[in-house]
Every structure is written in structure tokens, then in C-alpha cells.
């Protein structure tokens, strides 16, 4: 038991139009945390240089996030909305944590290897040092939860890894600055400056599949348009990306143990679970032994039902986009100040002039 006080940071990179996973596995979790934690959610545009899109793409994607995160009903005034490169503190603060993490913790980063590809060599140092950024973005507000996907678990190890290491190497300065908040570790209280930060990774939609490849996780840089549902989609491209996603000629299953060897499936029943807000159990209930020509069509509709109010909304808010830098500014402007605060102390315990 830590007794940091509970806080909620959450972060999406602006690479691409946002999909169905993002929205399912981490801006649903979002909206829905905000009624019980103080939340930050940041449009992480330093991490998307680390994939070099140009200035244009950049700009516009960190708007559109931006607006995603609006029109599924983030509130950027009880909370806090805003963009990463605003505030200077989440670079300060990785490169302490560069200094903290070791080469062998990030050479086991699956998402660098999956990333890099064969020619690692000529990666950049950016896309292998990305889990030092995100943990300081983490921890430049000592957050205490991180609703994620399935995919960032690994890096909220390493967020973890990097926080305990530092109070470690550091404990006997957090004591001597008074600056020690006390924290369960296993079976011993001990006093340390950052947090564990736990990962929210829960509910049915913590790893949505590809819709050409049921093995594969759907992600917007994903070249294939057709293998994601994009938040932006009209109602005519939904209904013809479910019409065209893999499947198999058999029927539903009447149980989940049916789903073996059939991700893809599985994967169109757990999104049509998670949109509904119910089980796979209750889904198969339903549409168990019926084809997929009669189950696609319900899919399209509830996916339909559910996202074009959001896309919508988001249409609405691209329109103005000095709205939504506005938004950006003020939110990055309260962000400040809260990181400010961690890194003077930060600097004080490595011993830096604060
Ligand atoms: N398929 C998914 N199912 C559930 N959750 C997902 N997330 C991503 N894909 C799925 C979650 O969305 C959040 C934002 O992700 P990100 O932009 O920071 O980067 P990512 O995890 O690398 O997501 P993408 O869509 O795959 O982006 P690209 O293609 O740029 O790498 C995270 O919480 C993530 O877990």
C-alpha cells in the first residue's frame, strides 16, 4: 500500500488516426476514471517523433487526439488535458531516468524489437530510449495508476524498475531532504520519492486484433487501412471493413471454448462484448450457431450506433483548431506546474542546481 495520493496519468501518441483499440483499450478506461481520480491525459507528441512523421502530420494528429479525447467525454477542466512538448519537464526528467535505466532493461523491450524491425542499427536512439520518456511522463507526476492496452504492460514494468532503482540509488538523499513518502514494498515499508505505479489493464477490450489477422494487434500505423475500425470512419466504411474482416466459414460458437484455433472470431465477438458492455458469454447467447452473414451486420450497426456520435463531435472540433490548441495551452500550463514541482525536488536529490 503506497500512500501517494491516488492519480491517474494516461498518454496516446498522435501516429495516425486513432482506432477502435486505442478507444476500447485506454480512452473508454479514460473517461470512466475521471468520476472517482484527479486524471492528466497527455497527447505524447515527443514520443511520435520517434517514427518521423512530418511537421504536418504531427501537428494535425496531436489536434486530432486532442479532439478525440474531447468528444469521447474527457472533461479538460476538472482534469487535465494537454501536449507533451509543452512542457519542458517530461524531457528534463528522461534524461535522469537514461541516467537510471540500463541497456539491457530496454534491450528487452518487445515493442523496440517489433518496431526496429531487422535493421536495429539504424533505429534511432529515440524509438529504444522511448520507456525512459514514458516513465517520466509518468512519474514527472508521480501518478499512482496508468489505464493502459495489454501492449504497455511491459513499459509499466519498466516504469516501475526505473522508479524503484532511483529510490534505491538515492534513498539515503530522499531521507536526508525530508522528501521520503512512506511505501509498501512486499513485506517492508520503506520511504520513497516515486511511486509503483500500478497499470489499469482490465475489462474485455485490453488487446483488440486486426481485422485481417486475428494474431495481430490492431494499431493505427498498421499499413493496411482495412485492418482497423479508424474513431473517424463514416458508417459505410465500418460496415464495409466487418464485411470484409477475416473469418472462417463456420458458425458462432455456443461457448467460448469453442473459439479455439478461431481468433478471428473471437476477436469480432470481444469487440462486439466490449462496445455492448458485456460478456463474450452473453454475446455467444445471443448470436451462438448463427453465421457470420447475420452476425456482421449487428457488429456494423452497434459500431456504428456507438462511434459516429464521437466522430462527430470530433469533425466538430477539428473545424477550430485554435479551440483546441487553446485548450492544449492552458491544460499544459496547470501540467507545469505540477512537474516543476517534482523536478525541483529531483534535482535536489541527485544533487543538481534547482
Ligand atoms: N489493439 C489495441 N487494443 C487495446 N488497446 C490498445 N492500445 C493500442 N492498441 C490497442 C492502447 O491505446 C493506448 C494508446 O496507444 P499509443 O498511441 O500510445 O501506442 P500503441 O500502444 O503503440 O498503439 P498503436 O495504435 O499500436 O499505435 P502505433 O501503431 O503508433 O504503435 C495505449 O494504452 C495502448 O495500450
Not at 541497456?103 to 524509438?127: C, H, I, P, Y
Request: aromatic letters at 6%; one cysteine or more; charged letters at 25%.
Amino acid at each position: 500500500m503506497s500512500s501517494f495520493e491516488p492519480l491517474v496519468f494516461s498518454g496516446v501518441q498522435p501516429t495516425g488516426n486513432l482506432t477502435l483499440g486505442n478507444y476500447l483499450g485506454a480512452i473508454r478506461k479514460f473517461v470512466a476514471l475521471q468520476d472517482t481520480h484527479d486524471c492528466i491525459y497527455c497527447v505524447v507528441d515527443l514520443h511520435a517523433l520517434t517514427v518521423n512523421p512530418s511537421p504536418k502530420e504531427l501537428t494535425d494528429g496531436t489536434r486530432s487526439i486532442a479532439a478525440a479525447f474531447l468528444a469521447s467525454g474527457i472533461d479538460p477542466v476538472k482534469h487535465i488535458v494537454f501536449n507533451q512538448s509543452r512542457v519542458h519537464q517530461h524531457a528534463e526528467l528522461a534524461w535522469i531516468f537514461n541516467c537510471v535505466a540500463r541497456m539491457g532493461w530496454l534491450n528487452r523491450m518487445t515493442q523496440f524489437k517489433e518496431k526496429a524491425g531487422k535493421d536495429r542499427e539504424n533505429a534511432s536512439v529515440g524509438l529504444f530510449a522511448y520507456p525512459a520518456l514514458m516513465a517520466a511522463d509518468i512519474l514527472a507526476y508521480r501518478a499512482t495508476h496508468v489505464p493502459v492496452g495489454d501492449d504497455q504492460k511491459q513499459h509499466l514494468e519498466l516504469t516501475r524498475d526505473i522508479a524503484q532503482k532511483f529510490n534505491n540509488d538515492y534513498s539515503s538523499d530522499i531521507a536526508g531532504l525530508g522528501l521520503g513518502v512512506p511505501m509498501q514494498v512486499g513485506d517492508e515499508t520503506v520511504q520513497g520519492f516515486f511511486p509503483l505505479t500500478e497499470p489499469l489493464i482490465e475489462g474485455p477490450a485490453t488487446r483488440i486484433m486486426s481485422l485481417r489477422d486475428g494474431t495481430k494487434k490492431m494499431s493505427k500505423s498498421d499499413p493496411s487501412d482495412l485492418s482497423r475500425i479508424n474513431l473517424t470512419d463514416t458508417a459505410d466504411d465500418i460496415a464495409k471493413k466487418i464485411r470484409k474482416a477475416k473469418t472462417d466459414p463456420e458458425p458462432l460458437p455456443g461457448g467460448t471454448d469453442g473459439f479455439e484455433g478461431r481468433p478471428e472470431a473471437e476477436n469480432l465477438v470481444n469487440i462486439y462484448a466490449a462496445l455492448a458492455e458485456t460478456t463474450k458469454d452473453a454475446v455467444l447467447g445471443d448470436f451462438g450457431g448463427q453465421p457470420f452473414s447475420v452476425f456482421k451486420p449487428a457488429l456494423a450497426e452497434l459500431a456504428v450506433e456507438k462511434l459516429s456520435p464521437i466522430a462527430d463531435e470530433m469533425r466538430r472540433l477539428m473545424a477550430d483548431p485554435g479551440h483546441i490548441d487553446s485548450v492544449l495551452a492552458s491544460g499544459a500550463e496547470r501540467a507545469s506546474v505540477r512537474a516543476e514541482k517534482t523536478m525541483v525536488d529531483v534535482k535536489r536529490i541527485v544533487g543538481l542546481s534547482a
